[in-house]
């Protein structure tokens, strides 16, 4: 995501830093470089000409030409007002002060409502609350189903109705069923259209004016660009939306959406989802994507999510192992999965900061996820005791376990290479010793 935004950001603010002194008209030609840059990635063309003004003017208003740093003092002038237009501070989502929470979902089809419902009650249920979610789609023939087979994935209950009824008396029994079952959050799924007809306004104002809704989260789909976030914009006319959310931010290069919708709605963007697993939803920090824009990486979501998916025990008990240099070729697969757990690893690199641009030195073929398959099976062709003790790999073992992981005896190499400096690199990281004086330990925040 953001890839071609970010690199040419990069490429403009390289370029302006080379002669370490910079006049306006360097200034100038670098800020027409980043309009264009933003306009490409298709953000809304008043928020880019308000964003190249703000940051010309803060630009000469502090004097930057005349400091010592003056290209870094520009990125620094840029990613506030980056900050700035992605809305400022953290917008959590709002919490019903008594009763039951009562989010609704509104967007157009294919726009990732449904899968967002599912998300969100995996969010919610993870900070303690009890969720339900609730089908109102009745016109997509499998759509109460989708809702329902993403409920058992979960573990979350769904309510439906078999007979096709009007989305706001469903949703007065759906409300009745939390209070009986003692859920205190309910997410409303609801039918996507096409357009914004009349019919279909209505309908959602209706079903608005009935839930009383503690948050309308309108769902945004970030590949649809600036005709996504002009709809947005009609939706919050028409039902006043109280934040926004932005879909399949992993497949759209450009960031055009994300970074003019709060802009042109006036709602804060809520959270981004980035890929088709349901843990793909990260609360949105304006401070933390402006960082991932300009390719400075994103450390501290990074952190959340390995302790998300690693769980703070295995955590411990990993770490402790690395820095006895205990760590051995089991606990690499398990690493594998865990990364695995935590999202692409293309997305993962991104938020390592300086690691983004190594990305596209690697290209794709190293970095997807058929990297993770092929170690993954290299490792589960050895035996226990080989995992366990990596020196005793002589040649004919390696070609041995080649054959069994349909790969070659370089493959297998290169693995054991890889193993061997992750080893070391852990080893140094976590140790309380040395360079990394328990960087990754502290990190972790153990
Ligand atoms: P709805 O019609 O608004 O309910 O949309 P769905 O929730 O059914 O999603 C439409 C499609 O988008 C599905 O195939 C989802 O898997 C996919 N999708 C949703 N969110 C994301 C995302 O963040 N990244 C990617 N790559 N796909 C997504
Ligand atoms: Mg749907």
Request: glycine share 10%; net charge neutral; hydrophobic share 40%.
């Amino acid at each position: 995501m953001l890839d071609a935004l970010s690199e040419r950001l990069q490429n403009t603010f390289r370029r302006l830093g080379q002669h370490g002194k910079i006049t306006e008209e360097d200034l100038d030609a670098a800020l027409r470089e980043v309009r264009v840059a933003l306009l490409e990635a298709d953000v809304n063309f008043k928020v880019v000409r308000d964003f190249i003004a703000a940051v010309r003017e803060k630009a000469l208003g502090q004097e930057v030409m005349k400091s010592i740093t003056p290209a870094q003092q520009v990125i620094a002038i840029v990613h506030a007002q980056l900050i700035e237009i992605l809305g400022g501070d953290q917008q959590p989502l709002k919490r019903a002060s008594q009763g039951i929470t009562k989010i609704l979902l509104c967007g157009i089809k294919g726009s990732g409502k449904t899968t967002l419902a599912g998300r969100l009650a995996l969010h919610l249920r993870s900070q303690g609350m009890r969720p339900l979610l609730v089908a109102t789609d009745f016109e997509r023939v499998a759509a109460t189903e989708q809702l329902q087979v993403l409920g058992q994935q979960i573990n979350v209950a769904v309510y439906s109705e078999e007979k096709a009824a009007p989305s706001p008396q469903v949703a007065r029994r759906a409300l009745r069923e939390a209070e009986r079952t003692g859920a205190n959050a309910v997410i409303i799924d609801t039918r996507g259209a096409v357009a914004l007809d009349d019919g279909f306004i209505d309908e959602l104002a209706a079903l608005a004016d009935e839930v009383d809704p503690t948050e309308v989260l309108i769902v945004v789909d970030s590949m649809t660009g600036q005709e996504a976030v002009n709809l947005a914009k009609e939706f919050h006319e028409a039902v006043e939306g109280t934040g926004i959310v932005v879909t399949k931010v992993d497949s759209d290069a450009r960031g055009g959406a994300v970074l003019s919708v709060r802009s042109v709605t006036g709602l804060p963007v809520k959270f981004i989802t980035t890929g088709e697993r349901l843990e793909a939803l990260e609360t949105f920090h304006p401070d933390r994507f402006a960082s991932r824009v300009l390719g400075m990486g994103d450390v501290v979501t990074l952190v959340e999510k390995a302790k998300a998916a690693i769980g703070e025990r295995d955590a411990k008990e990993m770490t402790r192992r690395m820095s006895r240099g205990e760590f051995d070729l089991e606990d690499f697969l398990q690493q594998m999965q865990q990364v695995k757990k935590m999202g692409s690893l293309a997305g993962l690199m991104e938020m390592m900061p300086g690691l983004g641009g190594l990305k596209q030195q690697l290209g794709g073929a190293t970095l997807d996820d058929s990297y993770f398959k092929q170690s993954e099976a290299i490792v589960q062709s050895m035996t226990l005791a080989e995992r366990h003790r990596p020196d005793i790999l002589n040649g004919s073992r390696r070609r041995r376990i080649a054959n069994g992981s349909g790969t070659t005896p370089a493959d297998v190499n290169r693995l054991l290479n890889q193993f061997t400096q992750a080893k070391k690199l852990m080893q140094a990281m976590t140790s309380n010793k040395g360079g990394g004086a328990g960087g990754l330990r502290r990190m972790l925040g153990f």
